[in-house]
């Protein structure tokens, strides 16, 4: 389960102090498919990098699994993002000079425990290529691939490690509509395999639709009377 108590982010310039998320209370149960929308700018991303671990809050708490973000030392809170979450990003974050077999190894090289076996990650990274329908392209470089690819093999890296929540931010912003709607249907195929804990942010109201529960958030808060409407006709 995670929960956020009372979170608040606020980054500092030289000219003024922004405050990204204001007193967000946000509850989301183990397994839940769930869609954080709201305009560009709202906090969305921001609220998807402090549940990842790749920030941390002003004040307040992100509780994982019992396990308070803020408290874990840098070697928890790096295992907890390399084997606990699974990160796709809307620009892929494909490394250009690795194929894609390559790239989705890449976790794999940075987890923790036993050495495994290069073969053995190999044969990891070809059946999730085959899973997200790409494996015709194992050898490809990034450049030689569509954007629906890149977000496929994407996908398959951020899953190797099996994780237990799955973020996604923006995940078809880059991507025609056509090719969106095959991601966000890859995702909830996943969902229902994996039993993952799957939290999008977007602000595609055809994506939205696709989450079991959506949760609104505008100008850093989070919105108590939400117009779901909007995301789901």
């Known amino acids: ?3 956020l108590k009372n979170v608040n982010k606020s980054y500092h310039t030289l000219d003024e102090t922004v405050e990204a998320l204001k007193n967000i209370n946000l509850t989301i149960q183990d397994g839940e498919f769930v869609a954080i929308v709201g ?3 709202s906090g969305k991303s921001t609220l998807l990098h402090l549940i990842g671990g790749l920030d941390k809050p002003t004040d307040g708490e992100i509780v994982v699994d019992g396990n308070n973000l803020q408290k874990l030392k840098d070697r928890d809170l790096s ?3 390399n084997k606990e979450i699974g990160f ?3 620009d892929f974050q ?3 000079h690795l194929t894609l077999l390559e790239n989705v190894e890449i976790p794999l090289m940075f987890a923790p425990g036993k050495k495994r076996k290069e073969s053995t990650m190999k044969k990891r990274a070809k059946e999730l290529l085959e899973l997200v329908e790409v494996s015709d392209r194992m050898h490809h470089k990034p450049s030689e691939i569509s954007g629906g690819q890149k977000q496929r093999a994407a996908i398959a890296r951020a899953i190797i490690n099996k994780p237990n929540i799955l973020l ?3 995940p078809t912003g880059n991507l025609d509509s056509q090719t969106g709607k095959n991601i966000i249907t890859l ?3 996943l969902h229902a395999k994996e039993k993952m804990t799957v939290v999008v942010v977007t602000h595609d109201r055809d994506i939205a639709q696709y989450a079991e529960r959506i949760v609104e ?3 850093g808060k989070l919105l108590e009377k939400n117009n779901f409407e909007k995301f789901t006709k």
Do not use: N, T, V, W
Request: charged share 40%.
């Open 1 to 3: 389960m995670i929960e």
């Open 187 to 189: 995702l909830k195929k």
């Open 168 to 170: 996604a931010d923006e």
């Open 217 to 219: 958030i505008k100008d």
């Open 79 to 81: 295992r907890y993002r």
């Open 39 to 41: 305009p560009s700018g």
């Open 88 to 90: 796709i990003f809307q």
């Open 94 to 96: 494909l490394q250009s």
